[in-house]
């Protein structure tokens, strides 16, 4: 099996966003289930909202490059998603609609996500945990040909749920993190040999 490389990204770039710190902890178990794994932090990035004309006249802006390069490098990606009204929020949904975008003179690099592997997290404050968000992002990715692992977890209370250095008050809830993380590289592992 191989090693996977695995690539974590929070839809939030908010100080002290929920979604970050689960994309944190999210992190440190993919490397301890033996997956090399990186974090990409969208506020590092000069991210356009997305606009064809835009894109016609101009072509893709290096921060798109950028990020396509590291999506097109991984061979899958933890999600962690909060909910806006709903759904994904503006930030990551544009990310994505940028990335997927082609590169003229990169075919390889046109399709970043075909075939990839995703693990979808979500924290909210709210009971649901931001679980009615998570499957409009598996839509999406689904029809960009990402492999959406059918366990996910969305974590309720998230204002509460984490202790002064980020970690999860719930050892279950640790847990369950850790088990699904755990599962998440081993299957990419073993579809990544394919």
Not at 8 to 13: F, I
Not at 54 to 73: A, C, D, T
Not at 110 to 120: E, G
Not at 163 to 175: R, S, T
Request: include cysteine; proline fraction near 5%.
């Amino acid at each position: 099996m191989l090693q996977p490389n695995i690539l974590v990204l929070a839809g939030s770039t908010r100080t002290g966003s929920f979604n970050r710190k689960l994309a944190g902890l999210a992190l440190l178990a993919a490397k301890s289930a033996g997956a090399a794994a990186n974090e990409l932090d969208l506020s590092m990035f000069d991210l356009p909202v997305y606009n064809g004309d835009l894109e016609e006249q101009k072509g893709l802006p290096e921060s798109v490059v950028e990020i396509k390069k590291s999506f097109f490098n991984c061979n899958g990606f933890i999600f962690c998603s909060p909910e806006y009204n709903g759904s994904v929020s503006a930030l990551l949904k544009n990310t994505v609609d940028w990335a997927s975008r082609p590169v003229k003179d990169d075919p390889e690099l046109s399709v970043p996500f075909k075939n990839k592997t995703a693990l979808l997290l979500a924290a909210s404050p709210g009971a649901l945990g931001g679980l009615r968000g998570l499957s409009h992002l598996r839509t999406i990715l689904t029809n960009l040909g990402v492999i959406v692992m059918p366990g996910q977890m969305a974590l309720p209370q998230a204002h509460q749920a984490f202790d002064g250095n980020g970690k999860l008050l719930d050892q279950e809830k640790q847990a369950k993190l850790e088990g699904l993380v755990s599962e998440f590289v081993t299957m990419t592992g073993r579809l990544s040999t394919v």
